[in-house]
T-cell receptor
Framework: GDSVTQMEGPVTLSEEAFLTINCTYT??????LFWYVQYPGEGLQLLLKATKADDKGSNKGFEATYRKETTSFHLEKGSVQVSDSAVYFCALYGGATNKLIFGTGTLLAVQP | EPEVTQTPSHQVTQMGQEVILRCVPISNHLYFYWYRQILGQKVEFLVSFYNNEISEKSEIFDDQFSVERPDGSNFTLKIRSTKLEDSAMYFC????????????FGSGTRLTVV
């Protein structure tokens, strides 16, 4: 079945460091891909999405490119801030059913 | 911005007791969902609900679980005879239609079974 694998955390970075969180997927067909973020005490918020191969989703300085050839959707940010500390979830939506399939989440801790 | 509201934020219950987790979806949304996340594990789909009936459910969603839309605004998840392994964060979500557009999550209810 469809699945998402993302790098385990926690990821600890200093402010202004470069961030990469790896995500790969397995799916039949052509899923949409997402990154969700969960700040402490809050719900899951959509950070960015991409719906087809080579699309780049971007928001708040974060980017991810839908790579069909490597079945990946890695999250990147050039310069992280303390306020980016959160749990990041990679997810896919396959279209055949009305559900999202999530990875395990990666905790990012940014230190001043 | 419209929100999905979940109550309570944290619930502690004794093993064997019944719990009801409550959600108020976005008012013009038609599809409703429950997901859960056991600590350190994946966020897992439990059930989707449309037109007053379950449209899809996962293997996790067995006879211990039920969902209901008792009125025009609430969407509830009932867990009968809770077990220790039901301890998790439960997320409600809603969407205006089929498809991923507008899929909105609540902040979750942390259920602790002791």
């Amino acid at each position: 079945g469809d699945s998402v694998t993302q790098m385990e955390g926690p990821v600890t970075l200093s402010e202004e460091a470069f961030l990469t969180i790896n995500c790969t997927y397995t799916a039949t067909g052509y899923p949409s891909l997402f990154w969700y973020v969960q700040y402490p005490g809050e719900g899951l918020q959509l950070l960015l999405k991409a719906t087809k191969a080579d699309d780049k989703g971007s928001n708040k300085g974060f980017e991810a490119t839908y790579r069909k050839e490597t079945t990946s959707f890695h999250l990147e940010k050039g310069s992280v801030q303390v306020s980016d500390s959160a749990v990041y979830f990679c997810a896919l939506y396959g279209g055949a059913t009305n559900k999202l399939i999530f990875g395990t989440g990666t905790l990012l801790a940014v230190q001043p | 911005e419209p929100e999905v509201t979940q109550t309570p934020s944290h619930q502690v219950t004794q093993m064997g007791q019944e719990v009801i987790l409550r959600c108020v979806p976005i008012s013009n949304h038609l599809y409703f969902y429950w997901y859960r996340q056991i600590l350190g594990q994946k966020v897992e789909f439990l059930v989707s609900f449309y037109n007053n009936e379950i449209s899809e459910k996962s293997e996790i969603f067995d006879d211990q679980f039920s969902v209901e839309r008792p009125d025009g605004s609430n969407f509830t998840l009932k867990i009968r005879s809770t077990k220790l392994e039901d301890s998790a964060m439960y997320f409600c979500a809603s969407s205006p239609g089929a498809g991923d557009r507008g899929y909105t999550f609540g902040s979750g209810t942390r259920l602790t079974v002791v």
